[in-house]
């Protein structure tokens, strides 16, 4: 666990350096953040060794056993072809097993900064809370999955931009890498609706449902996608969320629903462009925490929540930014109270991760690099 809280410390050091370095040269430095962000977690993650993460191991034997061997065969019975011919190419070009570890790492770090750097207001709270929400932890565990997370996500940022061909695009490759990528068409449904209060009631209606049809629903993705029937099998279903503890996911649920009240309460003093990206959000939140809430110890609807609660990096500093910013106080009391609240925010955020550090969750301590 030290490795972990020491490189975040770095980060912080650094971080506050280019911060102190913009206020005194006057030049905008915000972007500036994703270089030791990437520098100092991502190579971390590349450089992992394959004991780090609990299924870290698994990627690597499936690497190395399929010794680069990609034909329309071979694609055509996979169950992640875009994965496999990743990982075919990956191996033509070193076959050693850490070889896509590394490669895995850095196309999810780099679409993380790509993401964060499209959407965030605030680059540093969006990076930190990357870490401190535990997604970087989870991502050096479930990588394929988070790559595919990585992936659609990109796709979404040209939604936002009204590029729905180039959304599908990424849509498709993501579904390619891994199955459950298939619930971003629901993140598609989301952005296309023209949200109040009733709509808002009728989502939160349809997905506090789920727990009466989630049986059929569980039922009908296993036929569609068979490889995941492990999933609920009784005795990994319980390994699992051993290792991944998402039966503490709960509280952090209800921490979410703090900026969701937040939120709901700024919408509509919102500018309309602003309100429109701003409701999206909200939507996709609230799918997310009404699922944190009724599935927390569900290890698949768990897997699918993440593709919704990622947008907690991006939706915080974006609630408590617009909170102030509604408000009727002076520009200057605008700033104190928005970084005060922001900085006491990120201080929250390190208790769970050093909860879920010290209760070794995912697999990722003791961390260990493949080069010793």
Not at 33 to 38: A, D, K, R, S, T
Not at 98 to 120: A, E, P
Not at 164 to 182: I, N, R
Not at 316 to 322: D, G, K, R
């Amino acid at each position: 666990m030290g490795i972990y809280l020491l490189s975040f410390s770095l980060y912080i050091l650094i971080a506050l350096v280019i911060k102190l370095y913009g206020n005194i040269a006057n030049v905008i430095t915000k972007a500036r953040y994703l270089i030791p962000f990437f520098l100092i977690f991502g190579l971390m993650a590349m450089l992992r060794s394959q004991f780090v993460g609990v299924d870290t191991n698994l990627y690597t034997i499936l690497f190395s056993r399929m010794q680069g061997q990609i034909n329309v065969s071979t694609l055509a019975n996979s169950k992640f072809p875009l994965y496999d011919l990743y990982s075919g190419l990956v191996f033509k070009i070193n076959s050693s097993p850490n070889t896509i570890i590394i490669f895995n790492s850095l196309i999810i770090m780099v679409g993380i900064c790509l993401i964060i750097k499209r959407l965030s207001s605030n680059i540093f709270v969006s990076t930190f809370l990357f870490v401190s929400l535990y997604f970087y932890f989870h991502s050096l565990n479930i990588s394929r999955q988070y790559m595919a997370l990585v992936i659609l996500w990109i796709g979404i940022t040209h939604l936002l931009k009204g590029k729905d061909f180039t959304f599908f695009v990424y849509y498709l490759m993501a579904c390619l890498v891994h199955s459950t990528a298939v619930v971003g068409i629901l993140i598609y449904v989301l952005y296309k609706i023209k949200w109040n209060k009733i709509k808002y009631c009728f989502l939160a209606m349809i997905v506090l449902i789920l727990p009466f049809m989630i049986k059929d629903l569980l039922n009908l993705f296993i036929k569609i996608f068979p490889s995941y029937s492990f999933y609920t099998d009784t005795e990994y279903g319980a390994t699992s969320l051993a290792a991944q503890g998402q039966g503490n996911k709960i509280y952090l649920t209800l921490f979410y629903i703090c900026f969701l009240i937040i939120g709901f309460l700024v919408q509509k003093k919102l500018t309309k462009d602003t309100a429109k990206r701003f409701a999206f959000y909200n939507a996709v939140v609230l799918v997310a925490v009404i699922l944190g809430l009724i599935f927390s110890k569900d290890v698949l609807m768990t897997r699918i929540e993440f593709y919704f609660s990622i947008l907690m990096i991006i939706y915080i500093p974006e609630s408590v930014i617009n909170f102030f910013k509604v408000s009727e106080m002076s520009l200057i009391k605008k700033l104190n109270y928005t970084n005060l609240t922001l900085a006491a925010v990120l201080l929250i955020t390190l208790v769970p991760m050093i909860y879920q550090l010290h209760k070794g969750i995912d697999g990722v301590i003791p961390f260990s690099i493949f080069l010793n």
